[in-house]
C-alpha cells in the first residue's frame, strides 16, 4: 500500500503475489474443508483451519507494502507471517506454503533482506523440527526435501521481491530527478522573466527619461524667459506639452507590453487577439489573421507567440513609424507559425538591442522553434516565428 500521510492504496501490491495469496487461500478452505469431512480423524482440520484463514485474510488486508510507512501498520507485516506459518502448520497439505512465499517477500519489502531471512529461520525451524514431526510423523528425510523445496522457492520469490524492491527505489529517484527538473525548469522561467522585465525597465527607463529631461530643461526655459521673452517661453510650455503627450503614450504601450498572457481568461488565438486591440490608439491599425484548425498548445509555445506578437507590435510603433500590421497565426500539420509585418521603415531603423530580438530568438530555441526576420516585399519589417505545434499540457 502507498503511504502519503495516512492515505493507504492497493496499487503497491504486486499483482502475481496477490494471485498466488488469493489461490492459495482458496485451494487451503476448500482441500481442508473436503479432508476433513472424509477424514474426521486428522489432528487438525477445517474448524482449526478456518480461523487461522481469517486472521491471515485480515492481516492480508491490513499491512502495508511501502517501505515509507511508519507506525504500527508495519506490525501487521510480521503478524501475516505468523498466520501463514500458523495456517501451513496446522493444515498439513501444504496447500498454504505459498501463504509464506508471500509473506516472506513483504517482509523483505518493508524490513530489508536481513530481516526477512532472520523472520524466515525463526518461522519455519519450528514448523519443520517440532510441528510436522511431532502431528504429522513426517520422516526426517521427507522434512530434508521439504525443506530444500521451501528454500529454492523461498530464494526464487526474494529475488521477485528485491527486483521490486530495486524497481521502487529506482522510480522514488526518477520521481526526485523529475521534481528537481521541475523546480529547475521554474527558476529558469522566473530568470528568463526577470530579465525580459529588466529589459523592458531599462528600454522604458531610456525613452521615457529621456522625455522627461527634456520636459524639465524645458520648463527652465520658459521660467527663465516668461517676463524678457514671453513667446519664447510659451513656445517651451508647448513643446513640454507635446513631449509629455509622448511620454504618456509611451508609458501606455510599455503599460499594455508588461500584460499577462491570459487576457481576461482568453489563451490561443483570442490571447493574441486581445493584445492586438490593446494597440488601438497608439496611431497603427492592426489586424489578426487565423489559418488552419486551431488546437490548444504548450503553454510555454503559447507565451512565446504572444511575446513575438507583442515586441513586433510595441516596435512597430516605436523604431518603425508604421501605420498598419497583419498578424498571421497558421496552424499547419505538426507546427504552429506567427507573421508579424507592418509598412514601416524596415530592418535598416532597428537593432537587436532596442527590438529585442535575441531574446525572442533564444525562447524561439527554447521550445524547438526558429524565429526568422526579414523587410517585408513592399516595405516594412516582418518578424516571424514557426515553432512546433506541442500539445497543451493541461
Known sequence: MRVVGRTFTVTDRPFALTVAFWLSIAATLGFSAYAYRQVPTLPFGFPVVAPLVVGTVGSWLLMPWDARTTGRRKLFSPLFLLFATAVVTFDGTGLGAPLMMVALANILIMFGMRSAIALALLAIAPMYLVA??????????DL???????TLISTFVFGIAAAVVKARELLAQLESA??????????????TVARERARMAREMHDSVGHHLTVITVGLRNAERFRKKRPESAWDEVRQARELTEDALAETRRWVRALRPLALDGAVGSAALEALAKSFEGTGISVRLEVEGPERPLDSDVEL???RVLQEGLVNAVRHGNAGKAVARLVFGADNVMLEVGDDGTGAAAR???????SSLSERARAVGGTLTTENGREGGFVLRADLPCRPSAY
Not at 530434508?144 to 521451501?150: D, E, G, W
Not at 537593432?351 to 530580438?357: K, N, V
Open 132 to 141: 510436522l514431526p511431532l502431528f504429522y510423523h513426517r520422516s526426517p528425510s
Open 144 to 150: 530434508f526435501f521439504q525443506a530444500l523445496q521451501l
Open 178 to 191: 523529475h521534481a528537481e527538473l521541475a523546480r529547475y525548469a521554474d527558476r529558469v522561467r522566473e530568470l
Open 304 to 306: 512565446v507567440l504572444y
Open 351 to 357: 537593432t537587436d538591442e532596442g527590438f529585442g530580438l
